[in-house]
């Protein structure tokens, strides 16, 4: 029995990581800001991989604290997220079935909200939900 969120392979996860990290390496905005703080993109790529095949597939491997990690990052803003999950979507439709791009969109959306939120918080532009 599987314990995938969806149906994808880890192939598809690292094409599809390949294909959007080289769109974001020519975004006018997001290029930029990336390019300050990823010194070895094969690197990073793995990484990142590693988080989805977690998030996604469950397989472990991945430790990181990317929300952390985007809170430090101080020229990353809370507009940005709507550039990065539209870039991201557009790759995910040219890349994968129909089905697999929306339910990978729907997950990357709800992780993509609570950066945001946290971000907003960290600039002092949005309020802490509190529950």
Same mark, same amino acid.
Request: glycine residues 8%; proline residues 8%.
């Given at each position: 029995?599987?314990?995938?969120?969806?149906?994808?392979?880890?192939?598809?996860?690292? #094409?599809?990581?390949?294909? /959007?990290?080289?769109?974001?390496?020519? $975004?006018? *905005?997001?290029?930029?800001? @990336?390019?300050?703080? +990823?010194?070895?993109?094969?690197?990073?790529? #793995?990484?990142?991989?590693? /988080?989805?095949?977690?998030?996604?597939? $469950?397989? *472990?491997?991945?430790?990181? @604290?990317?929300?952390? +990690?985007?809170?430090?990052?101080?020229?990353?803003?809370?507009?940005?997220?709507?550039?990065?999950?539209?870039?991201?979507?557009?790759?995910?439709?040219?890349?994968?079935?129909?089905?697999?791009?929306?339910?990978?969109?729907?997950?990357?959306?709800?992780?993509?909200?609570?950066?945001?939120?946290?971000?907003?918080?960290?600039?002092?532009?949005?309020?802490?939900?509190?529950?």
């Amino acid at each position: 029995m599987s314990l995938a969120r969806f149906p994808i392979t880890p192939a598809q996860i690292d #094409a599809t990581l390949a294909e /959007f990290y080289a769109c974001v390496r020519e $975004h006018p *905005g997001l290029g930029p800001v @990336f390019a300050a703080h +990823v010194e070895d993109w094969p690197e990073h790529e #793995a990484k990142i991989s590693r /988080f989805w095949r977690n998030a996604i597939l $469950h397989e *472990g491997g991945y430790d990181g @604290f990317p929300q952390r +990690v985007h809170l430090a990052a101080s020229d990353v803003r809370a507009p940005m997220f709507a550039d990065w999950l539209g870039l991201f979507d557009s790759v995910l439709i040219r890349t994968l079935p129909p089905d697999t791009a929306a339910a990978w969109s729907d997950l990357a959306h709800r992780i993509g909200r609570g950066f945001h939120m946290a971000v907003q918080v960290r600039d002092g532009t949005g309020v802490p939900v509190l529950r």
